[in-house]
């Protein structure tokens, strides 16, 4: 089994940052990639940001340039750091990892960008 804890949202001005942080525990061994999605109110459910365990990366074309993922394998840490934050990146962030076999989510942060 594996457990992720979040942390890291929170109310941000536009043009602001944020850094959510994903820590895993368990049977980390297994885990093959790390991720973010983001689930708005009245939208679907989108990926955000995946890093694999070989350090290979992907981001959602709305977030190119602004976010990036990252993991500290010493810690079993994901983060996505979050730049230059825009109004329509209100979510509720969910951090997962992929195991192979199965899928673990963790409970959610949520990130609001308001003035």
């Known amino acids: 089994q594996v457990q992720l804890a979040e942390s890291g949202g929170g109310l941000v001005q536009p043009g602001g940052s944020l850094r959510l942080s994903c820590a895993a525990s368990?049977?980390?061994?297994?885990?093959?990639?790390m991720g973010w999605h983001r689930q708005a109110p009245g939208k679907q459910r989108e990926l955000v940001a995946l890093i694999r365990s070989g350090g290979s990366t992907y981001y959602a074309d709305s977030v190119k340039g602004r976010f990036t993922i990252s993991r500290n394998n010493a810690k079993n840490t994901a983060y996505l750091q979050m730049n230059s934050l825009k109004p329509e990146d209100t979510a509720v962030y969910l951090c997962?990892?992929?195991?192979?076999?199965?899928?673990?989510w963790g409970q959610g942060t949520q990130v609001t960008v308001s003035s």
């Open positions: 997962y990892a992929d195991r192979g076999i199965d899928r673990k």
């Open positions: 368990g049977s980390i061994f297994s885990i093959t990639a």
